[in-house]
Nanobody, 113 residues
Framework: QVQLVESGGGLVQAGGSLRLSCAASGSTFSDNTIGWYRQAPGKQRAFVAAVNSRGVTNYADSVKGRFTISRDNAKNTVYLQMNSLKPDDTAAYYC???????WGQGTLVTVSP
């Protein structure tokens, strides 16, 4: 069973950067597509980015050109580098393993104007 733990959230000013990490346990991590989602207060959880086992990536239009997802299979970790952050990026960010439908507990990102 894969378990996921997010970290790296925090408070940042608009225009700043943060790097989120999603650390996974489980021997099948490298075979799974891992996605990042976010949920802002009062809104539904929304797709942000995903990376498959071969490193192919996909992004929501709202973050293209600003966010970069990557994975290090040797460390069982997926990263989300977030640049040029905007107040609209404020949300709880979650990673998810598509193959097992396992979610992490989330990490909060707050972007101040």
């Amino acid at each position: 069973q894969v378990q996921l733990v997010e970290s790296g959230g925090g408070l940042v000013q608009a225009g700043g950067s943060l790097r989120l990490s999603c650390a996974a346990s489980g021997s099948t991590f490298s075979d799974n597509t891992i996605g990042w989602y976010r949920q802002a207060p009062g809104k539904q959880r929304a797709f942000v980015a995903a990376v498959n086992s071969r490193g192919v990536t996909n992004y929501a239009d709202s973050v293209k050109g600003r966010f970069t997802i990557s994975r290090d299979n040797a460390k069982n970790t997926v990263y989300l580098q977030m640049n040029s952050l905007k107040p609209d990026d404020t949300a709880a960010y979650y990673c998810m393993s598509y193959g097992t439908a396992v979610w992490g507990q989330g990490t909060l990102v707050t972007v101040s104007p």
